[in-house]
């Protein structure tokens, strides 16, 4: 039904930045809540920020300041604008959209940073 696709991964040094993009097969003006997670090795998937349909916007504490989530309905896409990158971001992104009671994931996109 719903396919999310992300992008914009890869491997950056430690204080770099990164600028992930979430690309969905509808229309996202309706979506009231979009959000991105990640899943770092050995760890569970955990929360990062979501934003509203009317731009409110939510961030863990562990990337607040750093990063920015957006969204522009007129592409249906989420992005993710990831400053001043810590190893410990290490993990696979995943955006997510809850449509109809239903849950939806997109493969996910590899970020390593280095040290």
């Known amino acids: 039904q719903v396919q999310l696709v992300e992008s914009g991964g890869g491997l950056v040094q430690a204080g770099g930045s990164l600028r992930l993009s979430c690309v969905a097969s509808?229309?996202?003006?309706?979506?009231?809540?979009m959000g991105w997670y990640r899943q770092a090795p050995g760890k569970q998937r955990e929360w990062v920020a979501s934003?509203?349909?009317?731009?409110?916007?939510n961030y863990a504490d562990s990337v607040k300041g750093r990063f920015t989530i957006s969204r522009d309905n007129t592409k249906n896409t989420m992005y993710l604008q990831m400053n001043s990158l810590k190893p410990e971001d290490t993990a696979v992104y995943y955006c997510?959209?809850?449509?109809?009671?239903?849950?939806?994931w997109g493969q996910g996109t590899q970020v390593t940073v280095s040290s």
């Open positions: 997510n959209v809850k449509f109809n009671v239903i849950n939806y």
């Open positions: 509808l229309s996202i003006f309706s979506i009231n809540v």
């Open positions: 934003i509203t349909s009317s731009g409110t916007t």
